[in-house]
């Protein structure tokens, strides 16, 4: 039997092994071509799916940017349209207090005459003038008309502001007055930087230097305005936290604008005298949607957006100069 089997399979090994062997390494050579190819197509598949993801990050910013642009100017619209709404009726309150003001005065002087030429009126009178006070009355009318006349005034420089903030821009750069622009910008923060129960007013120490008009999109370079001052703004107030009303007074929030006009570059630098950043959060406060602050609070978009209407709209620079604890420097460099 034995015999029998190594005559059936023993003939055959000698032959088959041979080319088993050359076949298993055969085999064994398309699986080794057969998996570099796959490594190399899955490392094709990684790189395109790394393009695939920069280009939806893109995507998602240029929409984000879209939509952030697409509200500044329906806000722009609504803003401008209210400040011109609201010109109307200042104008002739403004006109009719000018008049009030006039017939004030006249009547003051009619009755003062009244007065020196029946110096006995009869008792009616003389007590109805006791009921109204009328010489408080007198003295207190021309106050009241000139107070009126102040608070109209500050509505004209707010509706004067509001249309200078928010001037839409044309598809051509206009020469524009950039401190202009600052003022406008904190007079629309103003109620930011008022004094409130947990701080006293922010000072804005104003340094600005001969600038020439610029060459520019006047509202997109107010939104930057809009956006580092807003920031510095908060910045203070998040420095403040834990701080006693009487110790920020000792030592006051500051913001100092300064203006300077460098090999026909206009520089605008806005300083705060807040917490300034360590470098970790510097080299990141251009990135899209990076934010310390919370949500609500911050959308990380100001700086990245102001970057690219800087850099990219104007062929300038923006550029951060901080420490911790050394306040933080941002500097806006624009070719005039
Ligand atoms: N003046 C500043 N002082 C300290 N940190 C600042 C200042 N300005 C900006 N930053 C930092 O840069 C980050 C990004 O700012 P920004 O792009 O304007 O987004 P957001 O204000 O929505 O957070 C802020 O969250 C903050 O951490
Ligand atoms: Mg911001």
Known sequence: MIAYCSFLFGWWIPVVSPILAVLGSTMAISAYIYVCRLRELNTILEQTVQKLEAAMSDL??????????????????LVAGVAHEINNPVGFVSGNLKCIGEYVEDLTNHLQLYQQTFPEPGKDIKNDAKTIDIEYL???????????????????????????????????????????????????LKHRLKANETRPEIQIIKEYGQLPMVNCYPGQLN????????NAIDALDESNHGREYTEIQANPNNITILTTLENKIATIRIKDNGPGMSDTVKQKIFEHLFTTKTVGQGTGLGLSISRQ?????????????SAPGEGAEFVVEIPS
């Open 138 to 188: 007198l003295e207190d009318m021309p106050k009241v008309v000139a107070s009126m006349q102040v608070g109209i005034n500050r509505i004209k420089d707010i509706s004067i502001s509001l249309r200078t903030f928010s001037r839409s821009d044309t598809s051509n750069k206009v020469s524009y007055n950039i401190h202009e622009g600052i003022d406008s910008t904190l007079m629309i």
């Open 60 to 77: 998602k910013q240029s929409q984000i940017q879209i939509i952030q642009s697409e509200k500044m100017s329906t806000l722009g619209q």
């Open 223 to 230: 939104q930057v305005m809009m956006n580092l001052i807003a």
């Open 309 to 321: 209407i800087i850099e990219e709209t104007h062929d300038g620079k923006l550029s951060c100069i």
